[in-house]
């Protein structure tokens, strides 16, 4: 089993829909939670981060985290033409130590 | 917000020449910065994990001698890829963290063509 298991998709939705993402993990010892966004040929852009379990609303997006589980989520509202993109969820221990990601899901989001 | 600034964002280069790569933190200390490979639709592929001052710490399979990295202050870490050839052909990303800040920050890529 991989530590972080994320569905690659592709995922194509018509503009305005409700987009649901999410990760399961293994390792316990995860307290750091990311999401990440990543265009074509660029480098991945932190959308939300989040401590531990719980939720974090920023604009559009929303991201959840239940430890209990080990799954996190990520949602974006009316969704855009131009949300269209790769999304990788992370996540780390304490102590500065590298992320582990998803294999990162392929979002399509159709005008 | 942290940013990163990665550069160049493009190099080609003849086999067996040298190639560096400079991250920089611009508005952060970065006290730990770490060098992904990706390959064209697949996930970042961690290289090495180098703490400022400290000599980095490479994963398995990943040759030393080959990926030097060096991250001599806070705001600076460069990768340099010696005698590249054609299969080191690729999508090279550094990533910096600030201490117990754990909101990491990429640069923006370099794609490295090995001809």
């Known amino acids: 089993q991989k530590e972080v298991e994320q569905d690659p998709g592709p995922l194509s939705v018509p503009e305005g829909a409700i987009v649901s993402l999410n990760c399961t993990y293994s390792n316990s010892a995860f307290q750091y939670f990311m999401w990440y966004r990543q265009y074509s040929r660029k480098g991945p852009e932190l959308l939300m981060y989040t401590y531990s379990s719980g939720n974090k609303e920023d604009g559009r997006f929303t991201a959840q985290v239940d430890k209990s589980s080990k799954y996190i989520s990520l949602f974006i509202r009316d969704s855009q033409p131009s949300d269209s993109a790769t999304y990788l969820c992370?996540?780390?221990?304490?102590?500065?130590?590298?992320?582990?990601f998803g294999k990162g899901t392929r979002l399509s989001v159709i005008a | 917000g942290a940013v990163v600034s990665q550069h160049p964002s493009r190099v080609i280069c003849k086999s067996g020449t040298s190639v560096k790569i400079e991250c920089r933190s611009l508005d952060f200390q970065a006290t730990t910065m770490f060098w992904y490979r990706q390959f064209p639709k697949k996930s970042l592929m961690l290289m090495a994990t180098?703490?400022?001052?400290?000599?980095?710490?490479?994963e398995q399979g990943v040759e030393k001698d080959k990926f030097l990295i060096n991250h001599a202050s806070l705001t600076l870490s460069t990768l340099t890829v010696t005698s590249a050839h054609p299969e080191d052909s690729s999508f090279y990303i550094c990533s910096a963290s600030e201490y117990l800040n754990y909101g990491y920050t990429f640069g923006s890529g370099t794609r490295l063509t090995v001809v």
């Open positions: 992370a996540m780390t221990r304490p102590g500065n130590t590298p992320l582990v």
């Open positions: 180098s703490n400022e001052g400290s000599k980095a710490t490479y």
